[in-house]
């Protein structure tokens, strides 16, 4: 699509109405075809065509992510043999659950991206690098690669990690665009400072995120971002996407959220009484996927904390947006009065020149209480105490601190990267729920 035809430049009033169409055909798909919906809208006697409008999407139930792990089967759709694809979510909060993708699923997911990548002012004669993985039954690295491929721009797989290989792959096909975590950014301007790599002269030009945040909620840069920022002045995109819901929304040159796209999803911004908050104010995110041949969802609670932004973008999108990630719901710490989400305690951090690598462990304190451990390893040259600084770094940026203990860098890296894990895990949450 381009701005002419593109629903996200049409108004709200049309946006609204336009998906409120596909709303009905997907609760339509839904009750012929969905084992678990089916059951679900017989047992809370709903009639689907009372469901009418985005408002009355509160009068159905919401789908969690225990239901996606007990009955997972029950959510496809279509007969196995139409799937052509098979995928996991990464476990964040249990056990992996399994999402079959048909072929037209495929290509939902490449016009996602392509949209997401046209946000970031990406198009035909652009090289993306690409930092990220295609294996492992992974979404997103095959998102990323179907979307270029629509878009028209060219593609360099990889795949994560290995600062060597990805600067000698810049040096050599010279690409304009990065696509990886934010956090790995660090690691490649320190390889290129300790091997006289002259990396602002470089070919990149544009870095797209994901996974980790960059900016605060009223999207100014966050400490990661600044830092990244004040090293390399290149472009910075964050994103935001998820497994379950299929999409991917990305911040346009504008750094004010990110872009929904109305015809693949529908999104709800969800208080504490599971009402809808009103716009502007965090809240969990909810999710109905539109299109969705093979696993398509209604009213998915992500988990994740947001708020929605309405007003028009300076790009001329008139879509809803949203705020950067405050963190996920069941990560919530309640510290010394103070309410934190682990990003927060990243951000603190993926900054501090001496921290090599880290994990945080969340656990009951005697009085009953969150205790938050900070797990350090130190890069080698760091011979002082370093329990003071941090502590004090964590008091200006959180007003709390935690409490800090140094481990070896190499026992850190164990417990952070697990042999069958395709993402670090920075979180354990040893509470008892």
Request: proline share 4%.
């Amino acid at each position: 699509m381009n701005t002419n035809n593109d629903i996200e430049f049409l108004s709200a009033a049309e946006i609204k109405k336009y998906q409120e169409g596909l709303l009905h055909k997907a609760l339509a798909y839904l009750s012929a075809n969905s084992k678990y919906y089916q059951r679900l809208f017989k047992a809370h006697n709903i009639d689907i065509d009372d469901i009418k409008t985005i408002e009355d999407l509160t009068k159905l139930p919401f789908t969690e992510k225990k239901d996606l792990q007990l009955y997972n089967d029950d959510f496809l759709c279509c007969p196995k043999e139409k799937i052509i694809d098979y995928i996991t979510t990464s476990g964040t909060l249990g056990d992996p659950v399994t999402f079959g993708c048909t072929d037209a699923d495929l290509e939902r997911l490449a016009y996602n991206e392509m949209k997401s990548f046209k946000c970031a002012g990406l198009g035909s004669g652009n090289i993306v690098q690409l930092m990220t993985t295609m294996d492992k039954r992974f979404m997103a690295g095959l998102a990323y690669f179907l979307g270029i491929r629509k878009l028209g721009a060219g593609i360099i797989r990889v795949g994560n990690g290995i600062p060597e290989l990805q600067w000698d792959t810049i040096q050599r096909i010279k690409p304009d665009t990065i696509m990886c975590v934010p956090s790995f950014i660090l690691r490649l301007i320190q390889y290129a400072e300790e091997h006289n790599i002259d990396y602002k002269n470089s070919s990149i030009k544009r870095i797209i995120g994901i996974g980790e945040g960059l900016r605060e909620q009223d999207f100014s840069l966050n400490l990661l971002g600044k830092r990244i920022k004040e090293k390399w002045d290149v472009e910075l995109f964050a994103t935001y996407s998820s497994t379950e819901m299929g999409a991917t929304f990305s911040e346009c040159q504008y750094g004010q959220g990110g872009h929904v796209h109305p015809e693949l999803i529908i999104v709800e911004i969800i208080g504490e009484d599971n009402q809808p908050v009103p716009d502007g104010e965090p809240g969990e995110v909810v999710v109905t996927t539109l299109g969705v041949e093979g696993m398509p969802l209604l009213r998915f609670r992500t988990g994740d904390i947001a708020a929605k932004k309405v007003e028009k973008c300076r790009c001329g999108r008139e879509s809803y947006r949203l705020t950067p990630l405050v963190g996920r719901k069941n990560n919530m710490i309640k510290y010394k009065g103070t309410t934190l989400y682990p990003p927060a305690i990243y951000d603190v951090l993926d900054n501090v020149e001496y921290v090599e690598n880290y994990f945080i462990e969340v656990r009951d304190s005697m009085a009953g209480t969150d205790e938050v451990v900070v797990r350090i390893g130190l890069k080698p040259e760091v011979d002082w105490n370093v329990e003071k600084d941090l502590k004090d770094r964590f008091r200006s940026r959180l007003r709390v601190a935690p409490i800090v203990e140094v481990l070896s860098a190499a026992e850190i890296q164990k417990v952070i990267f697990p042999a069958k894990s395709r993402k670090p895990i920075k979180f354990i949450d040893n509470r008892k729920k």
